[in-house]
Structures are given as structure tokens and as C-alpha cells.
């Protein structure tokens, strides 16, 4: 009862070594050093545009915390009305071989949370989890996985507080990703209000991502929420604000530091172009 790599091959390599080659290569510029950091908010786009931004911060993020027993990531599309749900099933497959569910724990939320199920078998795949789950088994291989999707909604705070509560309770040691990407601009996404060019590639980058950036360095969730959804700053504002709930639960307090930021307009210039951060939490 695996949930199948679905976008291997596509999106990011498909064999281990493969696998192994390009996140080490994407992580070659990180500069990690220790801190009290927790938690990590990354992109899930193809790695060839966002795997630099997603590769430097878990390379920072294991050098703060470097044998977590939990990895929790908060993920999926959804707006605001959810649903809420948790994987509950065996795991999920990688081609750095499988990330296992702690089971108990999974079925214990889901029944005291009234979370629904994730499917193993999804109507269509989800890039928001899967994504990130190469890295995680790369950079925190003995870990378990607790993988919840969360609603863009100011309930996404009382999750993240409610698991992190949870996973203390069994004196793991545990690490919270919020998986998202940034501004989607363009008329792929059908949202231009500064229409094209030079002066729209600025206002993403330096106003519309930053938004949502300093918010999270303001250690305000609840904005987080406001703001990716209203100014359409970010597509899964939820996964961020239950990351940073959890990590404020768990160790008392937020230390956000952003590691990277850029568009994907850099890679590849293009009319339309999605935004990227790591930010540690």
C-alpha cells in the first residue's frame, strides 16, 4: 500500500542515482550552517526550475536538526474550504526507495482531528508532496513521514498546533515542511494585473512574493493565509501556516530565515513564470 511515484521521470529523475546526482548538484551552492530551526517552507515545481530553492534548504535544514525521527509535510492544493486530510496507508514510493508512514500516529490525528483520508491512489497527482519527498529521503533517511493536506484557511493553524502537540506527546524528534509555490503569473494562470514584461517580472519578485515573504518573517500565519490567498501570492498558503503553527508549538518559537528566492522567469524567461523560496522556519 504505496502511493506511486508518479511524476518520476517527469518532473525530477526517475532512478536513485539519477536522483542523487541532481539534488547534490542543486545543493552545491548552499552554505548551511546550525541554528534553531525546525522547519523549512520549500517549492514542489519541476526541479529543474525550483530544485535549487527546495535543495539549499533542507541542506540547511538537516544541518540544524541532523537525525530527525519525523518529517511532517503539510501540502496539497486546496482553498480554503479543504478538505483537511492525512495519508494513512504504508507510505509513499521514491526512487531513493520508500518513505514509511508512522502509522499509529497518522490514524490517531485523522480520528481525533476528523481528518480524511488521502488516497494511495489519487484521481490526479499531486506535485505538492511528491516533490518534496526525494529530499527528504535523501537528506533524513531513518525518518518516518506524516503527510497531511491542509485547507487555505485560518484552521490550518489549529492543525499544525494540534499535530505538533501530538508528535511531542511520543518524544519524537520531528522537522515541519510547508510545501508551496509562489506567485503564478501570467496568462497560463490567467492573472496579469500588471501585464507583461520587465515591470511585471519586478512587482512578482519585489512586491507580490516579498508579501508573502515577510509575512512569514513576521511569524504571522494568519497573514500567510490572508495574503496568499487574496493577492494570490502563493498556491497552498494552508501548508505554510500549518508548518509555522507547528513549529511554534513545538520548540516555542519562530526563527524564519530565507534562504533563497527566485522566479522561474530566471531559469527560462517566459510571459508566464512562478515564484520560489526556501525559508527556513
Request: glycine share 10%; hydrophobic share 40%.
Amino acid at each position: 500500500m504505496l502511493r506511486p511515484s508518479f511524476l518520476a521521470g517527469l518532473w525530477y529523475p526517475a532512478t536513485d542515482s539519477a536522483c542523487r546526482k541532481a539534488i547534490a548538484a542543486h545543493a552545491a551552492d548552499a552554505e548551511p550552517e546550525q541554528g534553531p530551526y525546525t522547519g523549512l517552507v520549500g517549492p514542489h515545481a519541476g526541479w529543474s526550475y525550483s530544485g535549487d530553492a527546495a535543495a539549499e534548504g533542507y541542506a540547511w535544514l538537516s544541518a540544524a536538526v541532523p537525525h530527525p525521527d519525523l518529517v511532517v509535510v503539510f501540502g496539497s492544493h486546496r482553498g480554503p474550504h479543504g478538505p483537511n486530510t492525512i495519508f494513512c496507508a504504508d507510505g509513499w514510493s521514491t526512487p531513493l526507495g520508500p518513505l514509511a508512514t508512522a502509522r499509529d500516529l497518522a490514524i490517531r490525528l485523522r480520528d481525533e482531528l476528523r481528518l480524511g483520508e488521502e488516497p494511495v491512489q489519487p484521481g490526479h497527482p499531486d506535485n505538492a508532496v511528491e516533490l518534496h519527498l526525494p529530499f527528504v529521503r535523501y537528506f533524513f533517511p531513518k525518518a518516518e513521514l506524516l503527510m497531511l493536506g491542509v485547507g487555505a484557511a485560518k484552521e490550518a493553524l489549529a492543525i499544525g498546533a494540534a499535530v505538533a502537540k501530538r508528535v511531542q506527546e511520543t518524544k519524537r524528534r520531528a522537522v515541519f515542511i510547508g510545501s508551496t509555490d509562489l506567485t503564478h503569473y501570467g496568462p497560463n494562470y490567467d492573472f496579469e494585473p500588471q501585464g507583461r514584461g520587465d515591470q511585471a517580472v519586478r512587482w512578482v519578485r519585489e512586491q507580490n512574493d516579498r508579501g508573502f515573504i515577510d509575512a512569514i518573517l513576521a511569524k504571522e500565519p494568519e497573514t500567510v493565509v490572508l495574503h496568499g490567498t487574496e493577492e494570490h501570492s502563493a498556491c497552498c498558503p494552508g501548508a505554510v501556516a500549518a508548518a509555522m503553527s507547528a513549529v511554534q508549538a513545538a520548540s516555542g518559537a519562530l526563527h524564519p530565515k530565507v534562504v533563497s528566492h527566485y522566479l522561474s522567469y530566471d531559469v527560462q524567461p517566459n510571459d508566464s513564470f512562478v515564484g520560489y523560496a526556501g525559508v527556513l522556519l
